[in-house]
C-alpha cells in the first residue's frame, strides 16, 4: 500500500511538471492580454507532431528536435497574434472568447486532414525504460521531461524578472495605460507574449512526443486542464502556475488513486470552480 | 412608429406561414430533417441570448442543460413510464436546479471566468453522465416504442409532428425572450451586462437576476433536448454532452447577433444548415474537411462581423435612413 501510493505520488509529480509548462505558456497570455487561448492545447499537439515528423522523416530524435518545436511554434505564435488575434483585440468580448476556439477547431482538424485521426507514437525514443528506486518506477523519458520543464520554467521566470523586455511585459502586465505612458510598445509586447506563450508549448510537446500518444485531438484535454491550473496558480502568474500545475497532477493521480479513475478530470475541472468561488485571484494572483 | 410596427409584424407574419406550409411543399425527409435541427438550435440559441446576449453571461456550458433535459425525460419513460411531456417539464425543473446550483456560486464571475467556468461544469456533468451506471454510462439510454401519438410524444410515419412541435417550441422561446426584453427585467439585463458594479450600485439585485437568466435558459435548453430525446429515441453523453454543441449555440448566437431577439433565429438559419451540409457533402470520409471549414467560418466571423448579421444589417438600414 505504501509503495503503491508513493508510485501514485511520483506518477502525479511526472505528469504535474508537464501541466506546469504547458499553464505557463497559457498564464502568460492570459495575464498580459487578458485574452483566451482556447487552441492552446493545438498549439502543443502541432509541437508534438514536428517533432514526430522531424523523427520520422529524419531520424531526429525529440531531444534534439526541441529547440527545432520552439522555434517552429515562436513564429507561428507570433503570426497567429498578427493576423488574428490582435484584430479581436478591441472588439467586443465573445468575439474574443469565440476566435481563438474557432482556431482550435481549425488547427485540430487540419491534422486531421493532413495526417487522419490515428494515434501515433514514437517508435525508439533515445530515452525509454524505467529507473526501479526502491520498488517504485521511474519513467525515464517523464523524468527527462520534468527537469526540462524545471529549467524552462525556471528560464522564463529569470528572463521576466531579470531582463528588460522581460520587465515590460511584467509591467504590461500590470497595468497597460501605465506601461504604454512609459514608452513600453505594448502591441510588441503582446505580440512577444503570444509568441513566448507558444513557444512554451512547443518545448512542452517536444518533451511530451517521447512517452505520450500523439493524434490531432489531443490539446483538447491538456488545454483544459491548463486553464484550472492557471485559475489555481493565479491568473498571469508564472510562479503559480508551475506550483498547481504540480497540484493538479498530484490532485489528478490521487484522485484516481483514492477514488475511481474515471473522475481524475471531473475533479481537476472541479479545482477551477472551488478556486475562482472561493479565491478568485488564485494562490499567488493580487 | 405605428408603421414600423404594422411592418415588423407583417414580416413575422409571412415567416409564420411560409414555415407552415413549408414541409407541405418540400416533403424530402432530409430536408425536413435539417429544417427540424434549424428550429432546435434556433431554440436552444434564443435560451442562450437570454443569458448570453441581454445578461451577458457567455455560457459554454449549456449541453449539459440538453443532456439533463434528454436524459431526465427519458429516465423517468423508461424507468417509472412517465409520459414524456411531463417527462419534459421535469426535465426543465431539474435543470433549472442545476443552473441556479452552479449559478450561485459564480454569481460573481464575469467575462472569460464565466465562460470557462461553464465549460468546466459542463465537462463534469458529462463525465458523471459517462459513469452513472442508473442511467446506462457510457452505452447511453434506448427509449422504448410507444403507440405513438400526440399523447406519447413519439411519431412513427412521418417527420410533419415532430416539425410543427419543435417549431412550436421556438415560438415559445421566442414569445418568452420578447417578453423579458421589453420588461423591467429586461432593462434590469442589460444594465448588469453592461455593468456588474453599475447595477449593484443602483440598487439591483445581480445575483438574483443571473440566477433568472440562467434558470430561464436552462428550462429551454433542457425542453429542447427532451425534444432531441423522443426525435431520436436513443441518447448518449457522447451526443447530447458534447462541448461542441454548446459552441454552437455560442456561435450561432454571435453571428445572427446577440442581444436581439431574431438574431439567434437569423444564425441558426445560416450556420445549421452550412454544417449539415458540408457534413454530409464533406464529412463522409472523416477527412475533417468539414470541420476545418467550419473552424475557419468561426475565426473570420468574430474577426470581421463580431456583432453578427442581424446587427449589421440594422445597423446598414439605420444608415440607409
Not at chain 1, 485521426?117 to 526501479?132: C, E, H, M, N, V
Not at chain 1, 481537476?268 to 475562482?276: G, R
Amino acid at each position: 500500500m505504501p509503495e503503491q501510493l508513493m508510485q501514485q505520488i511520483v506518477n502525479g509529480l511526472l505528469i504535474g511538471f508537464m501541466y506546469a509548462l504547458i499553464a505557463i505558456g497559457l498564464t502568460l497570455i492570459w495575464g498580459v492580454m487578458n485574452i483566451v487561448n482556447f487552441a492552446h492545447g493545438d498549439f502543443l499537439m502541432v509541437g508534438m507532431f514536428t517533432s514526430f515528423w522531424l523523427y520520422t522523416l529524419y531520424g531526429i530524435d525529440p531531444l534534439f528536435s526541441i529547440p527545432i518545436c520552439t522555434l517552429l511554434l515562436f513564429v507561428m505564435g507570433l503570426l497567429i497574434y498578427r493576423f488574428i488575434v490582435s484584430k479581436v483585440m478591441s472588439g467586443p468580448m465573445l468575439a474574443q472568447l469565440v476566435v481563438t476556439f474557432g482556431l482550435s477547431i481549425f488547427i485540430s482538424n487540419l491534422a486531421v486532414y493532413f495526417w487522419t485521426p490515428d494515434f501515433r507514437l514514437i517508435a525508439k525514443p533515445l530515452l525509454s525504460g524505467t529507473w526501479d528506486i526502491g520498488g517504485v518506477l521511474l519513467s525515464i523519458p517523464k523524468t527527462v521531461a520534468s527537469i526540462g520543464s524545471i529549467v524552462t520554467s525556471l528560464f522564463v521566470f529569470l528572463f521576466l524578472k531579470k531582463t528588460k523586455t522581460g520587465k515590460a511585459i511584467l509591467a504590461t502586465e500590470m497595468d497597460r495605460e501605465a506601461a504604454l505612458l512609459m514608452g513600453i510598445n505594448t502591441e510588441r509586447i503582446n505580440s512577444l507574449s503570444f509568441g513566448i506563450g507558444a513557444a512554451l508549448v512547443g518545448i512542452a510537446g517536444g518533451f511530451l512526443s517521447t512517452y505520450y500518444y500523439i493524434y490531432p485531438q489531443v490539446g483538447g484535454l491538456f488545454g483544459l486542464i491548463a486553464f484550472s491550473i492557471v485559475a489555481l496558480g493565479g491568473f498571469g502568474s508564472i510562479e503559480g502556475a508551475f506550483i498547481a500545475g504540480i497540484l493538479v497532477g498530484l490532485v489528478q493521480t490521487l484522485g484516481g488513486f483514492f477514488f475511481d479513475p474515471a473522475y481524475k478530470y471531473a475533479i481537476v475541472f472541479m479545482i477551477y470552480l472551488i478556486t475562482v468561488w472561493i479565491r478568485p485571484q488564485g494562490l499567488l494572483g493580487w | 412608429m405605428q408603421n414600423v410596427m404594422t411592418k415588423q409584424f407583417s414580416y413575422i407574419g409571412i415567416a409564420l406561414i411560409l414555415a407552415i406550409i413549408f414541409p407541405l411543399v418540400i416533403t424530402n425527409t432530409a430536408v425536413q430533417h435539417v429544417v427540424i435541427l434549424f428550429f432546435m438550435f434556433a431554440m436552444m440559441a434564443v435560451a442562450w441570448n437570454i443569458m448570453g446576449g441581454y445578461a451577458g453571461m457567455f455560457s459554454f456550458g449549456q449541453a449539459a442543460f440538453f443532456g439533463i433535459g434528454a436524459y431526465t425525460s427519458s429516465f423517468l419513460l423508461i424507468s417509472y413510464q412517465v409520459n414524456p411531456w411531463i417527462g419534459m417539464i421535469a426535465g426543465g425543473l431539474v435543470a433549472a436546479f442545476v443552473a441556479a446550483a452552479i449559478g450561485y456560486p459564480c454569481s460573481d464571475l464575469r467575462g472569460h471566468y464565466f465562460a470557462i467556468a461553464t465549460i468546466a461544469f459542463g465537462e463534469i456533468v458529462r463525465i458523471l453522465f459517462n459513469n452513472w451506471k442508473l442511467i446506462g454510462a457510457a452505452e447511453g439510454l434506448s427509449l422504448p416504442m410507444l403507440d405513438g401519438g400526440f399523447k406519447d410524444f413519439m411519431f412513427h410515419s412521418s417527420k410533419l409532428p415532430y416539425y410543427y412541435i419543435i417549431l412550436a417550441f421556438l415560438i415559445i422561446a421566442l414569445i418568452v425572450c420578447y417578453l423579458i426584453s421589453t420588461s423591467k427585467m429586461g432593462y434590469y439585463f442589460r444594465a448588469i451586462k453592461e455593468s456588474h458594479d453599475v447595477a449593484k450600485v443602483l440598487g439591483i439585485n445581480v445575483v438574483w437576476y443571473r440566477l433568472i437568466a440562467i434558470m430561464i435558459s436552462a428550462f429551454l435548453t433542457a425542453m429542447a433536448g427532451s425534444f432531441y430525446a423522443q426525435y431520436v429515441l436513443y441518447i448518449d453523453p457522447e451526443s447530447v454532452m458534447l462541448l461542441a454543441i454548446s459552441v454552437q449555440l455560442v456561435l450561432i448566437s454571435m453571428l445572427g447577433g446577440a442581444g436581439s431577439i431574431m438574431g439567434p433565429v437569423v444564425g441558426a438559419l445560416i450556420l445549421v444548415p452550412l454544417s449539415e451540409f458540408t457534413r454530409i457533402w464533406l464529412g463522409h470520409k472523416g477527412t475533417g474537411v468539414d470541420m476545418l471549414i467550419y473552424g475557419f467560418l468561426i475565426t473570420l466571423i468574430s474577426m470581421y462581423l463580431p456583432k453578427g448579421v442581424w446587427g449589421f444589417f440594422t445597423n446598414m438600414g439605420k444608415r440607409a435612413k
